[in-house]
């Protein structure tokens, strides 16, 4: 993975994290551990997946789904 690829899945992570905070009133330890943990971070960080292109908005839709159904809408 190059190195632009990278700082976008890390930019669009701080961001989705910060989703997180907000909607679940978690703090930053918990956001990020469900993030990454989530199969939908993994989606995120494959490249072939193509994910990282998307707005944050967009992915925290597919996370949200994730943490309240188990399954990525």
């Given at each position: 993975m190059?190195?632009?690829?990278?700082?976008?899945?890390?930019?669009?992570?701080?961001?989705?994290?910060e989703?997180?905070?907000?909607e679940?009133?978690?703090?930053?330890?918990?956001?990020?551990?469900?993030?990454?943990?989530?199969?939908?971070?993994?989606?995120?960080?494959?490249?072939?997946?193509?994910?990282?292109?998307?707005?944050?908005v967009?992915?925290?839709?597919f996370?949200?789904?994730?943490?309240?159904?188990?399954?990525?809408?």
């Open positions: 190059n190195q632009d690829i990278q700082f976008q899945i890390e930019c669009l992570a701080a961001e989705l994290a989703m997180l905070m907000v679940y009133d978690w703090d930053i330890r918990r956001a990020l551990d469900e993030l990454y943990a989530s199969t939908t971070f993994a989606k995120l960080n494959d490249p072939e997946c193509g994910l990282y292109y998307q707005g944050a967009y992915i925290f839709q996370l949200k789904s994730e943490i309240e159904t188990g399954k990525i809408a």
